[in-house]
T-cell receptor
């Protein structure tokens, strides 16, 4: 158990809809990262938050947005969903001053029909 | 930009065979290097890491040495078991940019047959 909790584990929805994925980092970790894992793209970095502020942005679509709340949990919002958004979405956290290791949750599997 | 390249899989081995999964990287500065493992239906777990040149990371019989001269971090194990069947990811940290994010290779699937 990494200590990172993601909900929901599975989600099935239709094209055009909007979903929210939730992540609770390990206790004390200030950084949260979101990654998308798909068969054709591998593991793609989406976005990072540190203590409530956006720190780095990767290949995140404009239809996607994220935020980190004062209690440090994070949400990834995916809107106007397309078939190609079907993927496994991972959240990870890390501690300040660590050696760069990320701790991953078990992922949220999104299926868009 | 920074990138990681892994050998394509799947890699299929018999139990007790020797394993090598190649990983090379392109990076500015001096990144830390990692191997993560993903078992079926689970998230990624850190397998081992190395933070500077010539460091050797090791865990559960797996080893990898940080080779700056060849920009490589190949994963090896002397005798694989069926339980090692998983997807293995090589990654580097963009430490110099201070974001802490990891850049991953595309992953290599290992299947070990009894």
């Amino acid at each position: 158990d990494s200590g990172v909790t993601q909900t929901p584990k599975h989600l099935i929805t239709a094209t055009g809809q909007r979903v929210t994925l939730r992540c609770s980092p390990r206790s004390g970790d200030l950084s949260v990262y979101w990654y998308q894992q798909s068969l054709d793209q591998g593991l793609q970095f989406l976005i990072q938050y540190y203590n409530g502020e956006e720190r780095a942005k990767g290949n995140i679509l404009e239809r996607f947005s994220a935020q980190q709340f004062p209690d440090l949990h994070s949400e990834l919002n995916l809107s106007s969903l397309e078939l190609g958004d079907s993927a496994l979405y991972f959240c990870a956290s890390s501690s300040r001053g660590g050696t760069g290791e990320l701790f991953f949750g078990e992922g949220s599997r999104l299926t868009v029909l | 930009g920074n990138s990681v390249t892994q050998m394509e899989g799947p890699v299929t081995l018999s139990e007790e065979a020797f394993l090598t999964i190649n990983c090379t990287y392109t990076a500015t500065g001096y990144p830390s290097l990692f191997w993560y493992v993903q078992y079926p239906g689970e998230g990624l777990q850190l397998l081992l890491k190395a933070t500077k040149a010539d460091d050797k990371g090791s865990n559960k019989g797996f080893e990898a040495t940080y080779r700056k001269e060849t920009t490589s971090f190949h994963l090896e194990k002397g005798s694989v078991q069926v339980s090692d069947s998983a997807v293995y990811f090589c990654a580097l940290s963009e430490g110099s940019s201070n974001t802490g994010k990891l850049i991953f290779g595309q992953g290599t699937t290992l299947q070990v047959k009894p």
